[in-house]
């Protein structure tokens, strides 16, 4: 596997994180393609690559690492049944791995309804912005964090603890001391302004 | 019951913002469900969810990476091949207990959570009288990472029968632990449901000729076991028979 092998070598190289950019997306989107196609070597290729940063996106949500393992077990067993339906014309391979750890840990930590005692993360944008350890596209990604910004605080806050770390719409009423509807607008409206800014990028 | 009937979808008035939330993970429990079923149907809902799924994916990226314990791979592969990965060999000894991914993952028993599957889990399986002029022993020890030994299964081949006796297994909340013969190259068997406390299962005939290369799994089901007949959960425990 000459894929498997790059993405490992980058891997390498950039200790142990994985170096951003299109190419690599085109190796991922490779990797799954063959995923689809049954070959166990891809999917492993496919583990080794993306495993670590998906383990890091489940762990964030579900703050359980037993439960984080189980999901990312889920997860790839997942993408070896449902590889086929990825769709190299709809989005990024990044993304597509990333929406279906995400969901995974949003149903398993609404399920598990644990209540939340830890203090958020502080440092999801300056992570953004730093661009040593990202998957995404650096386009793409400045452009995130450039946005992100002109969002009003509040509404940038709900929008980043939900998407970075599940947390619901009650969870944010709480920590903000507001009604969750008041919530509920906060959060279309800076995914508004959101998808404004960067479409008009 | 299509739910389609009736009122507009929720969605309806601002389908891109539920969409947008949809990613988010901020519908609340009712709304995600629907959402997520008329995204079958709906094409424009799939597009809108992509759009975000690629807009907000560099933020997920911003998560730091966590190098995941080498079992997980291990239960991957165990799952997309149909039977759990062979355990490590040796050991075996005068101890008459073969002691199969040993040491593999240190839980962490972070308070409460997923205390049910951070338990430590060991089935022995050694077998009944042994019939005159023939080996027909077999056992394995399987826990998870070395915790306390929770489970005890003792399969008799010339009666048929599966004994099991809990020690300190605990089942997720809603869920049932499922016990699975996995032959060489063969579909898992289920050889049912593992208890609270002690419990008789029957081996299916199939079986009782003999359980050379064959493994054990365990994995978590919902309440009542895997309603396909095959593994459907996390495989928590697997690991290898032996011949004595």
């Known amino acids: ?201 | 019951m299509s739910g389609d009937a009736g009122a507009p979808p929720f969605w309806a008035e601002d389908p891109d913002g539920a969409a947008g939330e949809y990613v988010l993970g901020t519908l609340d429990a009712a709304e995600r469900a629907a959402f997520a079923r008329a995204l079958e149907r709906d094409a424009a809902l799939r597009a809108a969810v992509a759009a975000w799924e690629a807009r907000l994916a560099p933020l997920a990226a911003a998560a730091p990476a966590v190098a995941p314990d080498p079992r997980v791979w291990a239960a991957v592969e165990a799952r997309i091949a149909g039977r759990p990965e062979a355990g490590e060999g040796g050991d075996i000894g005068g101890a008459r207990i073969l002691r199969l991914e040993r040491g593999l993952r240190r839980w962490r028993l972070a308070a409460g959570a997923a205390a049910a599957l951070a338990a430590g889990l060991a089935l022995w399986i050694a077998a009944g009288p042994r019939p005159a002029g023939e080996t027909a022993q077999y056992l394995a020890v399987v826990d998870r990472g070395g915790g306390l030994p929770a489970l005890i299964v003792r399969v008799d081949l010339a009666g048929g029968s599966v004994q099991v006796r809990s020690l300190a297994a605990e089942t997720p909340p809603d869920h049932s632990l499922e016990l699975w013969y996995v032959g060489a190259g063969a579909a898992p068997r289920s050889l049912g449901l593992v208890g609270a406390a002690e419990g008789r299962l029957t081996l299916p005939a199939a079986l009782r000729t003999g359980l050379e290369g064959a493994s054990l799994a365990v994995s978590v089901e919902p309440k009542g076991g895997s309603p396909t007949g095959a593994p459907t959960g996390p495989v928590v425990y697997s690991g290898k028979l032996v011949r004595e």
């Open chain 1, 1 to 201: 596997m000459r894929t498997t092998a790059r993405i490992r070598r980058t891997a390498q190289g950039s200790g142990g994180s994985v170096e951003a950019g299109a190419q690599r997306d085109a190796d991922l989107a490779r990797l799954i393609r063959a995923v689809a196609g049954g070959d166990r070597v891809a999917l492993r290729g496919l583990y080794e690559a993306t495993a670590p940063k998906l383990l890091g996106i489940l762990l964030r949500i579900l703050r359980d690492q037993g439960a984080a393992e189980d999901a990312l077990q889920e997860v790839f067993v997942r993408v070896w049944q449902r590889a086929d339906s990825y769709d190299p014309g709809s989005g990024a391979a990044f993304a597509w791995l990333a929406a279906i750890a995400r969901h995974r840990a949003i149903d398993g930590v609404r399920q598990r309804k644990a209540a939340r005692l830890d203090a958020p993360d502080e440092g999801w944008l300056e992570r953004l912005a730093d661009d040593r350890d990202g998957e995404a596209d650096l386009a793409r990604r400045d452009a995130l964090a450039r946005c992100l910004d002109a969002v009003d605080g509040p509404q940038r806050d709900c929008l980043v603890l939900a998407y970075c770390e599940g947390w619901s719409r009650e969870e944010l009423a709480a920590r903000h001391d507001r009604p969750v509807n008041t919530i509920k607008t906060w959060l279309r409206r800076g995914l508004t302004s959101l998808r404004g800014c960067l479409e008009g990028a």
